[in-house]
């Protein structure tokens, strides 16, 4: 076994010799990276053929992250976490790819029954329930923090991401909301929406900041927690 810092991490290098003629290199679920070849090849030699492969690594780790991801949150074809709660699925076929609430279920009108698809149309179907949530909410905030303090309003967005719950740009006058919080309960947005406008009188997570996030919701950490 070695190390090799590449596609971001380090991570470690299993080396198993066989008779095969080439180098193969296969990312196991752990991010860590599997490697068989003759014994011929040196490890100089490995570690330059990883490298050369870093491309490949990210995108191959992009594709096992979003597949596990599909699985926990239940968009595997049988049931979907839906603002907390779960619902069954069911697939018809249509001329255009969309998303309906259609009697406790969760219905995929499809114009392809495929992983990609499924993937796409939920998570626009995500993103418009979500920016709908934050429409009726964002008036509290407008008013208890921006107006209270003499702050622009923000323009709000909702898109797909995997590494934040949402982000905050004051310098911008704009606040992003992961449409992933379509999973949660109704209190995790909540939660999140609170917390970016409160970095619009806080930029960092001092004491200041959780200050007001206790102040307007004390029960926080619940949510915080089960977003962890």
């Not at 991010?31 to 995108?59: M, S, Y």
């Not at 406790?104 to 329930?129: H, M, P, S």
């Not at 995790?188 to 609170?194: G, P």
């Amino acid at each position: 076994m070695m190390e090799i810092f590449v596609g971001g991490k380090q991570r470690a290098v299993w080396i198993e010799y066989k008779r095969n003629r080439n180098l193969y290199l296969r990312v196991m679920k752990d991010g860590n990276l599997h490697v068989t070849c003759p014994r011929r090849f040196t490890q100089k030699e490995i570690r330059a053929f990883i490298l050369e492969k870093e491309d490949w690594i990210q995108k191959t780790e992009a594709k096992q992250e979003k597949k596990q991801e599909t699985t926990s949150y239940g968009l595997d074809g049988e049931n979907i976490m839906w603002m907390g709660k779960e619902y069954p699925v069911s697939y018809e076929a249509a001329q255009r790819s969309f998303l309906m609430t259609e009697d406790n279920e969760i219905v995929f009108y499809l114009k392809q029954k495929t992983e990609d698809e499924i993937f796409r149309t939920f998570y626009e179907g995500a993103a418009k329930q979500i920016l709908e949530m934050v429409k009726e909410r964002r008036e509290e905030w407008d008013q208890k923090i921006c107006k209270a303090n003499g702050k622009p309003l923000p323009r709000i967005t909702v898109k797909y991401m995997t590494s934040r719950w949402g982000s905050c740009t004051p310098a911008h006058r704009s606040i992003s909301i992961s449409s992933r919080l379509i999973h949660y309960p109704s209190q995790c947005l909540d939660y999140v929406l609170l917390h970016e406008y409160a970095h619009i009188l806080e930029l960092n997570h001092s004491k200041a900041f959780w200050d007001i996030v206790e102040k307007f919701m004390p029960e926080y950490k619940a949510y915080k927690n089960l977003l962890k």
